[in-house]
C-alpha cells in the first residue's frame, strides 16, 4: 500500500510540476482514498484479529495425530 501512495503521491507532484491540474487533483484524490481505505482496513484487520469467536483451535499432539493415521505401510514387515 505505501507504494501505491507513493505512485500517487508521484503522480500529484508531477501534475503539478507538468501543469496538469486535473490529473493532479485525481491523483490526490486517489492518495487520500488510498489513504483512508488502508487505515479503515487495519482497523477492521485489529477487530477480526481481536474477537476470540475467530481463534484457531489447537489440533491434536504430533503423537497423537500419528497414532490416530497409523496404518499397515507404516509399520515395518518384517
Given at each position: 500500500m505505501r507504494l501505491l501512495l507513493?505512485?500517487?503521491l508521484g503522480m500529484f507532484i508531477y501534475g503539478l510540476w507538468a501543469?496538469?491540474?486535473g490529473?493532479?487533483?485525481i491523483s490526490l484524490g486517489m492518495l487520500v482514498f488510498i489513504w483512508l481505505g488502508?487505515?479503515?482496513f487495519a482497523a477492521q484487520d485489529r477487530a477480526y484479529a481481536a474477537?476470540?469467536?475467530n481463534?484457531?483451535?489447537l489440533g491434536p499432539s504430533t503423537d497423537d495425530a500419528l497414532a490416530e493415521h497409523d496404518c499397515e505401510c507404516?509399520?515395518?514387515r518384517f
Open positions: 507513493l505512485v500517487f501543469g496538469m491540474y490529473g493532479a487533483i488502508e487505515r479503515r474477537d476470540p469467536r481463534a484457531k483451535p507404516m509399520r515395518s
